[in-house]
């Protein structure tokens, strides 16, 4: 069944210029990338798209990051993508988690600063598609 999910190439991913290493990748595993922005995210959106971890100590420090400039957010489709991105995308610890082959085991050492974000449930990622695409949401 076709499945859509929200991926973020982090700053660290733009600043490193791997954003078409990492869409490359996307498409090669055979998913297509329907929506496509770069830009700044606020602290508005950076809180309310992680607002799951608001408790957590590394909270602050992640909305310093993923506000610190460019990202590139995207749509992705295809069959399972929720869970095909997430294989792509490797483990959260890029060295701990990630095996080499994917995009945090091939390109990412730092647990925080690790490339990608990619939605973890199809609840996740239609609020998060909500939140970064407004015009796309569902109702
Ligand atoms: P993401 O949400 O970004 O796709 O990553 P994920 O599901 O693999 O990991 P998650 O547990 O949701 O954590 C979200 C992001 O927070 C940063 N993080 N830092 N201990 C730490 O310093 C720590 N733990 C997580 C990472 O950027 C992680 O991707
Ligand atoms: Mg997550």
Redesign the pocket.
């Known amino acids: 069944m076709t499945e859509r999910t929200l991926v973020?190439i982090?700053p660290d991913g733009v600043a490193r210029r791997l954003v078409g290493d990492i869409l490359a990748r996307i498409e090669r595993k055979g998913l297509a990338v329907t929506a496509l922005e770069m830009r700044t995210p606020d602290l508005d959106v950076a809180g309310t798209h992680?607002a799951?971890?608001a408790e957590?100590?590394?909270y602050p420090?992640?909305l310093d990051?993923i506000t610190s400039g460019p990202l590139v957010a995207a749509v992705v489709e295809g069959p399972r993508a929720i869970a095909a991105f997430?294989q792509i995308?490797g483990?959260?610890d890029p060295v701990e988690k990630a095996v080499p082959g994917t995009i945090r085991g091939d390109l990412a050492l730092d647990?925080?600063?690790?490339l990608?974000?990619?939605?973890?449930s199809v609840e996740s990622a239609e609020r998060e598609i909500a939140l970064w695409f407004p015009h796309l949401a569902r109702a």
Do not use: C, I, W
Request: hydrophobic fraction near 25%; glycine fraction near 16%.
């Open positions: 973020l982090k992680y799951e971890h957590r100590p590394f420090g992640l990051f997430r995308a483990g959260t647990g925080q600063q690790n990608v974000h990619g939605s973890d």
